[in-house]
Protein backbone atom coordinates (compact mmCIF):
# COMPACT_ATOMS: atom_id res chain seq x y z
CA UNK A 1 0.00 0.00 0.00
CA UNK A 2 1.13 3.50 -1.13
CA UNK A 3 0.48 6.54 0.84
CA UNK A 4 1.45 10.01 -0.64
CA UNK A 5 1.73 12.90 1.82
CA UNK A 6 3.17 16.20 0.92
CA UNK A 7 5.50 18.17 3.04
CA UNK A 8 3.09 20.90 2.72
CA UNK A 9 0.17 18.82 4.51
CA UNK A 10 2.59 17.69 7.08
CA UNK A 11 4.05 21.41 7.81
CA UNK A 12 0.41 22.81 8.39
CA UNK A 13 -0.56 19.98 11.40
CA UNK A 14 2.35 20.90 12.28
CA UNK A 15 1.88 24.84 12.68
CA UNK A 16 -1.50 24.40 13.91
CA UNK A 17 -0.18 23.08 17.10
CA UNK A 18 2.40 26.28 17.84
CA UNK A 19 5.23 24.88 15.97
CA UNK A 20 6.58 27.99 13.91
CA UNK A 21 7.84 26.98 10.44
CA UNK A 22 9.91 29.51 8.28
CA UNK A 23 11.99 29.49 5.09
CA UNK A 24 15.16 28.71 6.38
CA UNK A 25 13.37 25.44 8.09
CA UNK A 26 12.15 24.20 4.64
CA UNK A 27 15.74 25.04 3.15
CA UNK A 28 17.02 23.11 5.40
CA UNK A 29 14.44 20.06 5.17
CA UNK A 30 15.06 20.26 1.49
CA UNK A 31 18.95 20.18 1.19
CA UNK A 32 18.50 17.27 4.07
CA UNK A 33 16.50 15.26 1.44
CA UNK A 34 18.71 16.18 -1.52
CA UNK A 35 21.97 14.35 -0.09
CA UNK A 36 19.68 11.47 1.71
CA UNK A 37 16.58 11.14 -0.81
CA UNK A 38 15.55 7.68 0.62
CA UNK A 39 15.07 7.71 4.57
CA UNK A 40 13.41 5.20 6.68
CA UNK A 41 10.62 5.94 8.70
CA UNK A 42 12.60 6.61 12.26
CA UNK A 43 15.13 8.57 9.94
CA UNK A 44 12.48 10.88 8.98
CA UNK A 45 10.93 11.56 12.19
CA UNK A 46 14.64 12.37 13.18
CA UNK A 47 15.30 14.70 10.74
CA UNK A 48 11.76 16.67 11.36
CA UNK A 49 12.75 16.76 14.96
CA UNK A 50 15.74 17.98 14.96
CA UNK A 51 14.71 20.77 12.14
CA UNK A 52 11.42 21.83 13.16
CA UNK A 53 11.89 21.44 17.11
CA UNK A 54 13.11 24.53 19.59
CA UNK A 55 12.19 22.54 22.57
CA UNK A 56 10.87 19.15 23.91
CA UNK A 57 7.61 19.65 23.99
CA UNK A 58 7.51 20.21 20.14
CA UNK A 59 9.24 17.17 19.95
CA UNK A 60 6.80 15.77 20.47
CA UNK A 61 4.10 17.48 19.02
CA UNK A 62 5.82 16.41 15.95
CA UNK A 63 6.15 13.30 17.14
CA UNK A 64 2.16 13.24 17.42
CA UNK A 65 1.23 14.06 14.30
CA UNK A 66 4.12 11.95 12.54
CA UNK A 67 2.54 9.00 14.10
CA UNK A 68 -0.90 10.77 12.90
CA UNK A 69 0.20 10.79 9.51
CA UNK A 70 2.11 7.41 9.66
CA UNK A 71 0.53 4.85 11.37
CA UNK A 72 2.77 2.68 13.80
CA UNK A 73 1.77 -0.75 12.33
CA UNK A 74 3.40 0.86 9.05
CA UNK A 75 7.32 0.12 8.26
CA UNK A 76 7.81 3.14 5.40
CA UNK A 77 10.55 3.79 2.87
CA UNK A 78 10.52 7.65 2.22
CA UNK A 79 11.68 9.54 -0.45
CA UNK A 80 11.74 13.09 -1.68
CA UNK A 81 10.56 13.93 -5.07
CA UNK A 82 9.29 18.10 -6.03
CA UNK A 83 9.00 18.78 -2.52
CA UNK A 84 6.94 15.71 -1.68
CA UNK A 85 6.77 12.62 1.15
CA UNK A 86 7.02 10.04 -0.82
CA UNK A 87 5.75 7.04 1.54
CA UNK A 88 5.67 3.55 0.09
CA UNK A 89 4.29 1.72 3.26
CA UNK A 90 3.78 -1.89 3.93
CA UNK A 91 1.92 -3.19 7.58
CA UNK A 92 4.63 -4.10 9.83
CA UNK A 93 2.20 -6.69 11.60
CA UNK A 94 1.98 -8.28 7.58
CA UNK A 95 5.96 -8.29 7.56
CA UNK A 96 6.24 -10.10 11.18
CA UNK A 97 3.21 -12.70 10.07
CA UNK A 98 6.01 -13.47 7.11
CA UNK A 99 9.20 -13.52 9.38
CA UNK A 100 6.97 -16.02 11.49
CA UNK A 101 5.95 -17.98 8.71
CA UNK A 102 9.39 -18.56 7.12
CA UNK A 103 10.46 -19.08 11.09
CA UNK A 104 8.07 -22.00 10.79
CA UNK A 105 9.19 -23.17 7.62
CA UNK A 106 12.65 -23.26 8.73
CA UNK A 107 11.65 -25.41 11.82
CA UNK A 108 9.46 -27.93 9.78
CA UNK A 109 12.31 -28.40 7.46
CA UNK A 110 14.63 -29.57 9.74
CA UNK A 111 12.57 -31.78 11.34
CA UNK A 112 11.71 -33.45 7.16
CA UNK A 113 15.14 -33.05 6.04
CA UNK A 114 15.14 -35.78 9.66
CA UNK A 115 12.71 -37.58 8.13
CA UNK A 116 13.89 -38.05 4.43
CA UNK A 117 17.53 -39.13 5.72
CA UNK A 118 16.27 -41.88 7.76
CA UNK A 119 13.83 -43.09 5.15
CA UNK A 120 16.29 -42.87 2.60
CA UNK A 121 18.80 -45.52 4.63
CA UNK A 122 16.22 -47.54 5.14
CA UNK A 123 15.22 -47.60 1.24
CA UNK A 124 18.86 -48.30 0.92
CA UNK A 125 18.70 -51.30 2.76
CA UNK A 126 15.36 -52.20 1.37
CA UNK A 127 17.35 -52.04 -2.44
CA UNK A 128 20.46 -53.70 -1.09
CA UNK A 129 18.47 -56.83 0.23
CA UNK A 130 16.32 -56.56 -3.09
CA UNK A 131 19.44 -56.89 -4.85
CA UNK A 132 20.46 -59.99 -3.05
CA UNK A 133 17.25 -61.60 -3.53
CA UNK A 134 16.80 -61.38 -7.43
CA UNK A 135 20.67 -62.77 -7.96
CA UNK A 136 19.22 -65.78 -5.50
CA UNK A 137 15.79 -66.85 -6.80
CA UNK A 138 13.77 -68.09 -3.63
CA UNK A 139 12.16 -70.79 -5.71
CA UNK A 140 15.71 -71.71 -6.39
CA UNK A 141 17.26 -74.63 -4.48
CA UNK A 142 19.66 -73.36 -2.24
CA UNK A 143 23.23 -75.07 -2.77
CA UNK A 144 24.93 -72.69 -0.68
CA UNK A 145 24.39 -72.04 2.96
CA UNK A 146 26.48 -69.36 3.55
CA UNK A 147 25.00 -67.22 0.94
CA UNK A 148 21.61 -67.45 3.21
CA UNK A 149 23.29 -66.57 6.07
CA UNK A 150 24.51 -63.22 4.47
CA UNK A 151 21.18 -62.54 2.86
CA UNK A 152 19.41 -63.43 6.70
CA UNK A 153 21.97 -60.96 8.15
CA UNK A 154 20.80 -58.00 6.08
CA UNK A 155 16.82 -58.49 6.53
CA UNK A 156 18.07 -58.56 10.10
CA UNK A 157 20.09 -55.00 9.63
CA UNK A 158 17.28 -53.70 7.98
CA UNK A 159 14.38 -55.13 10.36
CA UNK A 160 16.45 -53.67 13.54
CA UNK A 161 16.60 -49.96 11.81
CA UNK A 162 13.70 -50.16 11.05
CA UNK A 163 12.37 -50.98 14.55
CA UNK A 164 15.00 -48.03 15.85
CA UNK A 165 13.52 -45.70 13.69
CA UNK A 166 9.72 -46.52 14.18
CA UNK A 167 10.57 -46.41 17.69
CA UNK A 168 12.43 -43.21 17.78
CA UNK A 169 9.59 -41.68 15.49
CA UNK A 170 6.82 -42.98 17.60
CA UNK A 171 8.41 -41.21 20.66
CA UNK A 172 8.77 -38.24 19.06
CA UNK A 173 4.91 -38.05 18.00
CA UNK A 174 4.28 -38.71 21.79
CA UNK A 175 6.01 -36.25 23.44
CA UNK A 176 4.41 -33.76 20.84
CA UNK A 177 1.15 -35.05 21.74
CA UNK A 178 2.08 -35.84 25.33
CA UNK A 179 1.09 -33.24 28.02
CA UNK A 180 2.96 -32.39 31.42
CA UNK A 181 0.60 -32.63 33.97
CA UNK A 182 0.55 -29.18 36.25
CA UNK A 183 0.51 -28.45 39.34
CA UNK A 184 -2.56 -28.87 41.71
CA UNK A 185 -4.28 -25.88 42.42
CA UNK A 186 -6.64 -26.00 45.27
CA UNK A 187 -9.97 -24.11 45.80
CA UNK A 188 -10.96 -24.62 49.58
CA UNK A 189 -14.09 -21.52 49.28
CA UNK A 190 -15.23 -18.93 47.30
CA UNK A 191 -13.85 -15.86 48.99
CA UNK A 192 -14.70 -12.79 50.18
CA UNK A 193 -12.39 -9.73 49.02
CA UNK A 194 -12.30 -5.96 48.50
CA UNK A 195 -9.93 -4.15 46.21
CA UNK A 196 -7.48 -2.14 48.76
CA UNK A 197 -6.01 1.61 47.41
CA UNK A 198 -2.99 2.17 45.89
CA UNK A 199 -0.38 1.58 48.76
CA UNK A 200 2.89 2.30 46.17
CA UNK A 201 3.45 5.82 47.85
CA UNK A 202 3.46 7.70 44.73
CA UNK A 203 2.09 10.93 44.96
CA UNK A 204 -0.28 12.17 42.08
CA UNK A 205 -0.62 15.04 40.22
CA UNK A 206 -2.76 16.95 38.16
CA UNK A 207 0.08 18.63 36.03
CA UNK A 208 2.99 16.44 34.61
CA UNK A 209 6.90 17.23 35.93
CA UNK A 210 7.72 19.05 32.74
CA UNK A 211 4.06 21.50 32.93
CA UNK A 212 5.27 22.37 36.93
CA UNK A 213 8.76 23.05 36.25
CA UNK A 214 7.56 25.40 33.60
CA UNK A 215 5.51 27.18 35.83
CA UNK A 216 7.86 27.38 38.27
CA UNK A 217 10.35 28.30 36.28
CA UNK A 218 8.20 30.89 34.21
CA UNK A 219 6.96 33.12 37.00
CA UNK A 220 9.94 33.03 38.52
CA UNK A 221 11.67 34.93 35.92
CA UNK A 222 8.37 37.24 35.54
CA UNK A 223 8.81 38.00 38.79
CA UNK A 224 12.69 38.87 38.77
CA UNK A 225 12.71 39.91 34.75
CA UNK A 226 13.58 43.79 35.51
CA UNK A 227 16.17 43.34 37.83
CA UNK A 228 18.64 44.63 35.07
CA UNK A 229 16.14 47.51 34.17
CA UNK A 230 17.00 48.54 37.64
CA UNK A 231 20.41 49.12 38.29
CA UNK A 232 21.12 52.77 38.90
CA UNK A 233 24.54 53.90 37.13
CA UNK A 234 24.62 56.99 38.79
CA UNK A 235 24.54 55.57 42.42
CA UNK A 236 26.94 52.86 41.05
CA UNK A 237 29.70 55.37 39.84
CA UNK A 238 29.37 57.34 42.81
CA UNK A 239 29.64 54.59 45.29
CA UNK A 240 32.60 52.65 43.26
CA UNK A 241 34.88 56.36 43.28
CA UNK A 242 34.01 56.73 46.97
CA UNK A 243 34.83 52.94 48.19
CA UNK A 244 37.76 52.69 45.26
CA UNK A 245 36.61 49.16 44.39
CA UNK A 246 33.87 48.65 42.02
CA UNK A 247 30.12 48.51 43.85
CA UNK A 248 26.87 47.79 42.00
CA UNK A 249 23.64 49.88 43.14
CA UNK A 250 19.82 49.46 41.88
CA UNK A 251 17.02 51.38 42.15
CA UNK A 252 14.74 50.26 44.67
CA UNK A 253 11.84 49.60 42.98
CA UNK A 254 8.45 51.21 43.60
CA UNK A 255 5.99 48.63 43.22
CA UNK A 256 7.38 45.05 43.62
CA UNK A 257 5.45 42.35 41.04
CA UNK A 258 2.58 40.05 42.83
CA UNK A 259 1.08 36.75 41.83
CA UNK A 260 -2.44 35.82 42.65
CA UNK A 261 -4.35 32.55 42.50
CA UNK A 262 -8.23 34.00 42.31
CA UNK A 263 -10.42 30.58 42.74
CA UNK A 264 -14.51 30.09 42.47
CA UNK A 265 -15.78 28.93 45.89
CA UNK A 266 -18.75 27.89 43.95
CA UNK A 267 -17.40 25.11 41.64
CA UNK A 268 -18.49 22.22 42.17
CA UNK A 269 -15.44 20.46 40.70
CA UNK A 270 -13.07 18.68 43.07
CA UNK A 271 -9.72 19.33 40.02
CA UNK A 272 -9.94 22.79 40.52
CA UNK A 273 -9.02 23.61 44.29
CA UNK A 274 -6.63 20.16 43.59
CA UNK A 275 -4.67 22.54 41.03
CA UNK A 276 -4.93 25.65 43.21
CA UNK A 277 -3.60 23.70 45.75
CA UNK A 278 -0.68 22.28 43.32
CA UNK A 279 0.54 25.77 42.41
CA UNK A 280 0.43 26.97 45.42
CA UNK A 281 2.52 24.17 46.85
CA UNK A 282 4.83 24.62 43.40
CA UNK A 283 5.74 28.24 44.70
CA UNK A 284 5.87 28.10 48.18
CA UNK A 285 8.67 25.85 47.26
CA UNK A 286 10.52 27.81 45.29
CA UNK A 287 10.28 30.75 47.95
CA UNK A 288 7.66 33.00 45.31
CA UNK A 289 5.59 35.14 47.23
CA UNK A 290 1.75 34.99 45.68
CA UNK A 291 -1.69 36.01 47.19
CA UNK A 292 -4.99 33.94 46.66
CA UNK A 293 -8.52 35.32 45.88
CA UNK A 294 -11.67 34.23 46.26
CA UNK A 295 -15.38 34.75 44.38
CA UNK A 296 -19.07 32.99 44.34
CA UNK A 297 -19.62 32.70 40.63
CA UNK A 298 -18.92 35.97 39.30
CA UNK A 299 -16.18 38.53 39.52
CA UNK A 300 -18.43 41.42 40.96
CA UNK A 301 -16.64 40.96 44.60
CA UNK A 302 -12.89 39.24 44.96
CA UNK A 303 -12.21 38.45 48.28
CA UNK A 304 -9.01 37.94 50.25
CA UNK A 305 -8.12 35.30 52.67
CA UNK A 306 -8.58 37.82 55.21
CA UNK A 307 -12.49 38.66 53.91
CA UNK A 308 -11.41 41.89 52.49
CA UNK A 309 -12.34 42.54 49.20
CA UNK A 310 -9.19 42.97 46.61
CA UNK A 311 -11.40 43.65 43.73
CA UNK A 312 -14.60 45.26 42.46
CA UNK A 313 -15.37 47.79 39.68
CA UNK A 314 -14.99 50.91 42.28
CA UNK A 315 -11.94 49.88 44.33
CA UNK A 316 -9.93 47.98 41.62
CA UNK A 317 -6.50 50.13 41.67
CA UNK A 318 -6.60 49.33 45.98
CA UNK A 319 -4.68 46.10 46.00
CA UNK A 320 -2.96 45.26 42.78
CA UNK A 321 -1.56 47.00 40.01
CA UNK A 322 -1.09 46.17 36.22
CA UNK A 323 1.82 44.62 36.30
CA UNK A 324 0.76 41.89 38.57
CA UNK A 325 0.16 38.42 36.90
CA UNK A 326 -3.68 37.18 37.80
CA UNK A 327 -4.52 33.61 37.06
CA UNK A 328 -8.60 33.01 37.72
CA UNK A 329 -9.65 29.68 38.08
CA UNK A 330 -12.95 29.00 37.67
CA UNK A 331 -15.11 26.12 35.63
CA UNK A 332 -16.81 25.99 32.29
CA UNK A 333 -20.46 27.07 33.76
CA UNK A 334 -19.51 30.37 35.53
CA UNK A 335 -17.25 30.97 32.45
CA UNK A 336 -20.52 30.81 30.35
CA UNK A 337 -22.86 32.68 32.78
CA UNK A 338 -20.20 35.60 33.14
CA UNK A 339 -19.53 35.44 28.75
CA UNK A 340 -23.67 36.18 29.17
CA UNK A 341 -23.45 39.69 30.27
CA UNK A 342 -24.93 38.70 33.32
CA UNK A 343 -21.68 39.93 35.09
CA UNK A 344 -20.87 43.40 34.40
CA UNK A 345 -17.26 42.86 36.26
CA UNK A 346 -15.81 40.60 32.98
CA UNK A 347 -15.77 42.25 30.66
CA UNK A 348 -14.15 45.17 32.98
CA UNK A 349 -11.68 42.80 34.17
CA UNK A 350 -11.39 40.38 31.28
CA UNK A 351 -9.25 43.13 29.22
CA UNK A 352 -5.88 43.01 31.56
CA UNK A 353 -2.89 42.19 29.81
CA UNK A 354 -1.43 40.10 32.63
CA UNK A 355 -4.82 38.06 33.74
CA UNK A 356 -6.05 35.12 32.24
CA UNK A 357 -8.80 32.30 33.12
CA UNK A 358 -7.87 28.98 34.12
CA UNK A 359 -10.33 26.30 33.05
CA UNK A 360 -9.64 22.88 33.96
CA UNK A 361 -13.32 20.78 33.90
CA UNK A 362 -14.31 18.09 31.04
CA UNK A 363 -15.35 21.18 29.15
CA UNK A 364 -12.43 23.07 28.98
CA UNK A 365 -11.39 22.83 25.65
CA UNK A 366 -14.26 23.93 23.88
CA UNK A 367 -14.87 26.79 26.48
CA UNK A 368 -11.64 27.84 25.73
CA UNK A 369 -12.01 28.63 22.35
CA UNK A 370 -15.00 30.36 22.58
CA UNK A 371 -13.67 32.24 25.12
CA UNK A 372 -10.50 33.23 23.11
CA UNK A 373 -12.89 34.32 20.36
CA UNK A 374 -14.04 37.24 21.83
CA UNK A 375 -10.14 37.98 22.92
CA UNK A 376 -10.25 36.82 26.68
CA UNK A 377 -7.34 34.81 27.32
CA UNK A 378 -8.28 31.41 28.60
CA UNK A 379 -6.25 28.17 29.76
CA UNK A 380 -5.77 24.52 30.11
CA UNK A 381 -3.57 23.90 32.62
CA UNK A 382 -1.12 22.47 30.70
CA UNK A 383 -0.68 25.65 29.01
CA UNK A 384 0.22 28.29 31.80
CA UNK A 385 3.50 28.06 31.81
CA UNK A 386 3.69 28.74 28.08
CA UNK A 387 1.39 31.81 28.51
CA UNK A 388 3.17 33.36 31.12
CA UNK A 389 6.57 32.99 28.95
CA UNK A 390 4.53 34.89 26.22
CA UNK A 391 5.71 37.93 28.09
CA UNK A 392 1.82 38.20 28.86
CA UNK A 393 1.05 39.78 25.61
CA UNK A 394 -1.66 37.04 24.16
CA UNK A 395 -1.26 35.08 21.47
CA UNK A 396 -2.12 31.73 20.66
CA UNK A 397 -0.41 29.50 22.89
CA UNK A 398 0.59 26.04 21.98
CA UNK A 399 -2.65 23.84 22.18
CA UNK A 400 -1.19 19.95 22.73
CA UNK A 401 -2.99 17.30 21.64
CA UNK A 402 -4.78 16.83 24.91
CA UNK A 403 -6.83 14.01 23.86
CA UNK A 404 -4.04 11.61 22.85
CA UNK A 405 -2.89 11.39 26.45
CA UNK A 406 -6.47 10.97 27.34
CA UNK A 407 -6.72 7.90 24.65
CA UNK A 408 -3.46 6.45 25.99
CA UNK A 409 -4.66 6.95 29.99
CA UNK A 410 -7.75 4.85 28.33
CA UNK A 411 -5.99 2.56 26.95
CA UNK A 412 -3.86 1.75 30.37
CA UNK A 413 -6.55 1.85 32.04
CA UNK A 414 -8.47 -1.27 30.02
CA UNK A 415 -5.59 -3.87 31.36
CA UNK A 416 -7.51 -5.27 34.36
CA UNK A 417 -10.93 -6.96 33.46
CA UNK A 418 -12.53 -5.21 36.59
CA UNK A 419 -13.70 -1.70 37.61
CA UNK A 420 -10.91 0.58 37.78
CA UNK A 421 -10.79 2.67 40.98
CA UNK A 422 -10.02 6.66 40.57
CA UNK A 423 -6.28 6.35 42.39
CA UNK A 424 -5.33 3.74 39.98
CA UNK A 425 -5.56 5.95 37.26
CA UNK A 426 -4.27 8.64 38.85
CA UNK A 427 -1.32 6.75 39.86
CA UNK A 428 -0.79 5.75 36.30
CA UNK A 429 -1.40 9.04 35.15
CA UNK A 430 1.79 9.96 36.70
CA UNK A 431 4.04 6.60 36.32
CA UNK A 432 3.16 7.58 32.33
CA UNK A 433 4.02 11.27 32.96
CA UNK A 434 0.63 12.73 31.05
CA UNK A 435 -0.63 15.88 31.17
CA UNK A 436 -4.45 15.24 31.49
CA UNK A 437 -5.91 14.24 34.40
CA UNK A 438 -7.26 17.01 34.97
CA UNK A 439 -9.94 15.98 31.83
CA UNK A 440 -10.66 13.04 34.08
CA UNK A 441 -14.05 13.27 33.29
CA UNK A 442 -13.63 12.75 29.93
CA UNK A 443 -12.74 9.46 30.71
CA UNK A 444 -16.24 8.33 30.29
CA UNK A 445 -16.19 9.08 26.24
CA UNK A 446 -14.84 5.06 27.10
CA UNK A 447 -15.93 4.10 30.11
CA UNK A 448 -19.35 3.73 32.51
CA UNK A 449 -19.18 5.83 35.68
CA UNK A 450 -19.79 3.80 38.88
CA UNK A 451 -19.77 4.35 42.54
CA UNK A 452 -16.70 2.12 42.85
CA UNK A 453 -14.66 4.25 39.56
CA UNK A 454 -14.74 3.43 35.90
CA UNK A 455 -15.93 0.64 33.83
CA UNK A 456 -13.95 0.14 30.71
CA UNK A 457 -15.95 -3.30 29.87
CA UNK A 458 -17.72 -1.96 26.43
CA UNK A 459 -14.45 -0.57 24.83
CA UNK A 460 -11.98 -2.66 26.16
CA UNK A 461 -12.06 -4.50 23.12
CA UNK A 462 -11.02 -1.72 20.80
CA UNK A 463 -8.68 -0.23 24.18
CA UNK A 464 -6.59 -3.73 24.14
CA UNK A 465 -6.27 -3.53 20.43
CA UNK A 466 -4.36 -0.19 20.46
CA UNK A 467 -2.60 -1.44 23.51
CA UNK A 468 -1.13 -4.69 21.20
CA UNK A 469 -0.10 -1.87 18.62
CA UNK A 470 1.60 -0.33 21.05
CA UNK A 471 3.49 -3.68 21.60
CA UNK A 472 4.77 -3.27 18.10
CA UNK A 473 7.01 -0.15 18.44
CA UNK A 474 9.21 0.56 20.86
CA UNK A 475 7.43 1.94 23.63
CA UNK A 476 8.09 2.21 27.39
CA UNK A 477 4.99 2.66 28.12
CA UNK A 478 4.04 -0.46 26.72
CA UNK A 479 6.39 -1.92 29.82
CA UNK A 480 5.36 0.76 32.19
CA UNK A 481 1.63 -0.08 31.89
CA UNK A 482 2.27 -3.72 32.36
CA UNK A 483 4.87 -3.37 35.10
CA UNK A 484 2.11 -1.15 37.21
CA UNK A 485 -0.86 -3.93 36.59
CA UNK A 486 1.69 -6.87 37.85
CA UNK A 487 2.82 -5.20 41.03
CA UNK A 488 -1.24 -3.30 41.40
CA UNK A 489 -1.69 -7.08 41.49
CA UNK A 490 0.74 -8.46 43.59
CA UNK A 491 0.19 -5.54 45.72
CA UNK A 492 -3.56 -6.63 45.71
CA UNK A 493 -2.81 -10.15 46.78
CA UNK A 494 -0.48 -9.10 49.87
CA UNK A 495 -2.59 -7.06 51.63
CA UNK A 496 -5.72 -9.45 51.60
CA UNK A 497 -3.69 -12.16 52.83
CA UNK A 498 -2.94 -9.52 55.67
CA UNK A 499 -6.35 -8.90 56.57
CA UNK A 500 -7.47 -12.11 55.97
CA UNK A 501 -9.89 -13.53 58.48
CA UNK A 502 -12.18 -16.30 59.19
CA UNK A 503 -15.51 -14.77 58.16
CA UNK A 504 -13.25 -13.50 55.34
CA UNK A 505 -11.28 -15.58 53.62
CA UNK A 506 -8.85 -15.04 51.09
CA UNK A 507 -6.26 -17.87 50.89
CA UNK A 508 -6.86 -20.99 48.19
CA UNK A 509 -10.23 -18.78 47.29
CA UNK A 510 -11.28 -18.84 44.54
CA UNK A 511 -11.21 -15.10 44.07
CA UNK A 512 -7.28 -15.52 44.84
CA UNK A 513 -7.19 -17.96 41.76
CA UNK A 514 -9.01 -15.67 39.49
CA UNK A 515 -6.36 -12.46 40.83
CA UNK A 516 -3.77 -15.22 39.64
CA UNK A 517 -4.98 -15.55 35.89
CA UNK A 518 -4.88 -11.68 35.81
CA UNK A 519 -1.41 -11.47 37.02
CA UNK A 520 -0.84 -14.61 34.17
CA UNK A 521 -2.66 -12.92 31.21
CA UNK A 522 -0.88 -9.38 32.05
CA UNK A 523 2.65 -11.59 32.33
CA UNK A 524 1.42 -13.22 29.08
CA UNK A 525 2.23 -10.48 26.69
CA UNK A 526 6.06 -10.50 28.28
CA UNK A 527 7.07 -14.13 29.33
CA UNK A 528 4.28 -16.24 27.26
CA UNK A 529 6.52 -19.82 28.23
CA UNK A 530 6.14 -18.80 32.25
CA UNK A 531 2.64 -17.76 32.13
CA UNK A 532 1.13 -20.46 30.00
CA UNK A 533 2.21 -22.99 32.70
CA UNK A 534 -0.08 -21.11 35.47
CA UNK A 535 -2.80 -20.51 33.09
CA UNK A 536 -2.35 -24.01 32.20
CA UNK A 537 -2.53 -24.78 35.82
CA UNK A 538 -5.36 -22.64 36.49
CA UNK A 539 -7.52 -24.42 33.74
CA UNK A 540 -7.18 -28.20 35.21
CA UNK A 541 -9.29 -27.00 37.89
CA UNK A 542 -12.60 -27.76 37.01
CA UNK A 543 -14.31 -25.08 38.46
CA UNK A 544 -11.60 -22.49 36.49
CA UNK A 545 -11.40 -23.96 33.41
CA UNK A 546 -14.59 -22.24 31.74
CA UNK A 547 -13.57 -19.11 33.08
CA UNK A 548 -10.08 -19.36 32.02
CA UNK A 549 -11.23 -20.61 28.15
CA UNK A 550 -13.39 -17.56 28.18
CA UNK A 551 -10.43 -15.49 29.29
CA UNK A 552 -8.08 -16.73 26.82
CA UNK A 553 -10.37 -17.02 23.81
CA UNK A 554 -10.24 -13.19 22.87
CA UNK A 555 -6.10 -13.68 22.45
CA UNK A 556 -3.98 -14.59 19.75
CA UNK A 557 -0.89 -14.14 18.49
CA UNK A 558 1.01 -13.85 15.55
CA UNK A 559 0.19 -16.57 12.35
CA UNK A 560 -1.65 -18.72 15.12
CA UNK A 561 -4.87 -19.22 12.90
CA UNK A 562 -2.25 -21.10 10.46
CA UNK A 563 -1.25 -23.64 12.91
CA UNK A 564 -4.81 -24.76 14.60
CA UNK A 565 -8.08 -24.38 13.28
CA UNK A 566 -10.41 -21.71 15.16
CA UNK A 567 -13.81 -23.57 17.22
CA UNK A 568 -15.88 -21.05 15.70
CA UNK A 569 -15.25 -18.23 13.61
CA UNK A 570 -15.05 -14.86 16.11
CA UNK A 571 -14.12 -11.38 15.85
CA UNK A 572 -10.80 -9.67 15.75
CA UNK A 573 -9.27 -9.94 18.80
CA UNK A 574 -6.49 -9.14 20.71
CA UNK A 575 -3.35 -10.10 19.62
CA UNK A 576 0.13 -10.72 21.83
CA UNK A 577 3.78 -9.77 20.77
CA UNK A 578 5.04 -12.62 20.02
CA UNK A 579 5.22 -15.44 17.36
CA UNK A 580 3.65 -19.15 17.64
CA UNK A 581 6.40 -20.75 16.21
CA UNK A 582 9.01 -19.23 18.72
CA UNK A 583 6.84 -20.75 21.37
CA UNK A 584 7.80 -24.69 23.26
CA UNK A 585 5.82 -28.00 22.11
CA UNK A 586 5.14 -27.51 25.62
CA UNK A 587 3.91 -23.81 25.97
CA UNK A 588 1.72 -24.43 22.96
CA UNK A 589 -0.11 -27.69 24.35
CA UNK A 590 -0.47 -26.25 27.24
CA UNK A 591 -1.96 -22.84 25.63
CA UNK A 592 -4.46 -24.93 23.11
CA UNK A 593 -5.38 -26.97 26.42
CA UNK A 594 -6.24 -23.58 28.20
CA UNK A 595 -8.47 -22.18 25.14
CA UNK A 596 -6.00 -20.04 23.69
CA UNK A 597 -7.54 -17.84 20.74
CA UNK A 598 -10.70 -20.45 20.70
CA UNK A 599 -8.60 -23.21 19.04
CA UNK A 600 -9.70 -26.31 18.77
CA UNK A 601 -6.99 -29.29 20.22
CA UNK A 602 -8.48 -31.80 17.62
CA UNK A 603 -6.37 -30.51 15.00
CA UNK A 604 -2.93 -30.12 17.37
CA UNK A 605 -2.81 -33.55 18.45
CA UNK A 606 -3.34 -35.35 14.91
CA UNK A 607 -0.60 -36.65 13.51
CA UNK A 608 0.82 -34.69 10.07
CA UNK A 609 1.23 -36.45 7.15
CA UNK A 610 4.74 -36.67 6.27
CA UNK A 611 4.37 -38.78 9.38
CA UNK A 612 1.57 -40.92 8.60
CA UNK A 613 3.46 -41.70 5.47
CA UNK A 614 6.64 -42.28 7.08
CA UNK A 615 5.25 -44.45 10.12
CA UNK A 616 3.25 -46.46 7.22
CA UNK A 617 6.54 -46.90 4.97
CA UNK A 618 8.46 -48.28 8.59
CA UNK A 619 5.57 -50.47 9.56
CA UNK A 620 5.49 -52.64 5.71
CA UNK A 621 9.03 -52.77 5.69
CA UNK A 622 9.09 -54.28 9.12
CA UNK A 623 6.40 -56.37 8.36
CA UNK A 624 7.71 -57.60 4.87
CA UNK A 625 11.91 -58.37 6.56
CA UNK A 626 10.00 -60.15 9.03
CA UNK A 627 7.96 -62.40 6.50
CA UNK A 628 11.05 -62.26 4.49
CA UNK A 629 13.23 -63.85 6.99
CA UNK A 630 10.56 -66.27 8.06
CA UNK A 631 10.74 -67.68 4.63
CA UNK A 632 14.38 -67.99 4.54
CA UNK A 633 14.67 -69.82 7.64
CA UNK A 634 11.94 -71.56 6.26
CA UNK A 635 13.56 -73.03 3.05
CA UNK A 636 16.62 -73.52 4.35
CA UNK A 637 15.00 -75.66 6.95
CA UNK A 638 13.59 -77.60 3.98
Not at 36 to 54: G, N
Not at 301 to 309: L, P, S, T
Request: hydrophobic letters at 45%; glycine letters at 4%.
Amino acid sequence: MQYNISLEVFLEHVRLRGVYVGLSEVRKMQAIFSRMPHLSRIDLLSVLQSVLAKNEFQFDIIKNVFDQLIPYEMNASVSMYDNQIIIDASSTLGQEVKTHHMDLKQKKSKDKSLYILVFLTVVFFVIFSGWGMFENNIVQPVNNVSNFDTENNIDFILLVLSLICLVVLSLKIYKNINIEPAMLVKINHHGKSFIPPVTNGLKTYLLDATSRKKIEWEIECYINNDLSASLSMDETVRLSAIKGMPAICFNHPTHQKKLWLWQDQFSQNSNLFNLVDEISILLKNMNIHFDRGYFRGGLSFVNNQRGEVIWSLSARQQHFNDSDLILVFCDSDSLLWMRSGRDAAFQAISKMDNLAFVNCDSHGLDICKLIADDGVRCLLPNQIGDWIAGKIHYAKVNNLNIFDDLHRLAVACSLPERQVMEDEIRALHEILKLNCIWFYDELQRYAEKTSFGLDFEKSRMSLMQDFSKMALIDNNDFYKILDFWIKRNVDINVQLLKQETPHRPWSDSRRQKLLELDIALLEMWIDPEKAAKKIYALWCNSDLSEVVESRMQPYSCQVVSSIVPAKNEKPLGIELPFSWADLSIETQKQLVSSGFSGMSDDGFWSIDKASQIILGILFGIVIISIIHIFIRVFLIES
